[in-house]
């Protein structure tokens, strides 16, 4: 079974400055996407970013981008210039790439991260 | 075009009673995934459907949890009976398959059992 790793409970960044999100993941797969969901305190869980295992090149939306360092496992969201909107629980989740993309998420236990003005 | 769609956006229940959450998939979508949230387990699979079939449900903690998807556009997921411990956010999600694995998510049920 896969695993989530984020090992960061909580974050604090001054506004305006850049913060980095850490997520470690464990499988078996080559084939596999992983992603990065926001929760703000309304609940809706709100895709930020996605990456496929297959893309060497690290994905990018904007201030939000990742570190995917695949033979490491690894999945970091790093924000840049960050606002007071980006308060939020930020989770990692891994999706396997197998059957058509249709399995479920495993999601990490998040990281709250806070903004300061 | 409309999101998913869940219902109630909160129920309180008394334990030992039926609760029923319903959820309707964005149109077009072929997989269903029903999710919880607690604050000791984080949030956790329970059960995903492809085209209205059950695909794996060993997520479901307990014999009283059912999932059903009648078709296309209604889900729901029923606990009988219920128990203080169900107490938690239930998110329904729908993707489209080869949609690169991107889920939607539904604004949620927050359960709460006395």
């Known amino acids: 079974a896969q695993t989530v790793t984020q090992s960061q409970p909580e974050m604090s960044v001054q506004e305006a400055e850049t913060v980095t999100l850490s997520c470690t993941y464990d499988?078996?797969?080559?084939?596999?996407?992983l992603f990065w969901y926001k929760q703000p305190p309304s609940r809706q869980m709100i895709l930020v970013i996605r990456q496929e295992a297959y893309k060497q090149q690290n994905a990018t939306e904007n201030r939000f981008s990742v570190n995917f360092q695949k033979a490491a496992k690894s999945f970091s969201l790093k924000i840049s210039d960050s606002q007071l909107g980006d308060a939020a629980m930020y989770f990692c989740a891994y999706r396997s790439g197998g059957g058509g993309g249709a399995d479920g998420l495993t999601f990490g236990k998040g990281t709250h991260l806070i903004i300061q003005p | 075009d409309a999101g998913v769609i869940q219902s109630p956006r909160h129920e309180v229940t008394e334990m030992g009673q039926e609760v029923t959450l319903r959820c309707k998939p964005i149109s077009g979508h072929n997989s269903l995934f029903w999710y919880r949230q607690t604050m000791m387990r984080g949030l956790e699979l329970l059960i995903y459907f492809n085209n209205n079939v059950p695909i794996d449900d060993s997520g479901m903690p307990e014999d009283r949890f059912s999932a059903k998807m009648p078709n296309a556009s209604f889900s729901t997921l029923k606990i009988q009976p219920s128990e203080p411990r169900d107490s938690a956010v239930y998110f329904c999600a729908s993707s489209r398959t080869g949609n690169r694995g991107e889920q939607y998510f539904g604004p949620g049920t927050r359960l709460t059992v006395t």
């Open positions: 499988t078996s797969e080559s084939d596999y996407y």
